[in-house]
């Protein structure tokens, strides 16, 4: 077999042993910056966890919504200082973390650069 076959099928199998990304927005109901930032998440959900957006990787993120209130375990576990925070998480490590609200355009900007982490 030769060396670019090699390096090919490589390349792949490491693709695909690579965690699926999630999204963690830690967040509260009385938080003004997070009901603000509702929009701009429920379409950047809508997008990525349907597939309606292609991703240079996969076409999928799990994202999920974590109240404060609810889980002050979760909160102390990530070290959560302020909300809005954003952790974008690929296995059991936090690949990019964002503090503070963000657009929709941010966002995918967040994503991009966790794709890459």
């Keep these: 077999m030769g060396d670019g076959l090699k390096r090919a099928r490589a ?18 109901s009385w938080c003004g910056p997070c009901r603000g930032m509702k929009r ?7 997008a990525h966890e349907t597939g309606m957006v292609a991703l240079s990787k996969a ?10 209130d ?23 490590k936090v690949v990019v973390r964002h ?4 657009t929709r355009g941010q966002l995918e900007d967040a994503l991009t650069e966790a794709e890459k982490a």
């Design 59 to 68: 076409t999928r993120i799990k994202t999920k919504v974590i109240d404060i």
């Design 11 to 28: 390349a792949a199998t490491a693709t695909r042993a690579k965690p699926k990304l999630e999204v963690w927005w830690f967040t509260a």
């Design 70 to 92: 609810e889980h002050p375990d979760l909160m102390k576990e990530h070290k959560i200082m302020s909300i809005p925070t954003l952790l974008f998480v690929r296995g059991d």
């Design 99 to 102: 503090e503070g609200a963000l």
């Design 40 to 46: 701009a998440w429920a379409s950047f959900t809508e």
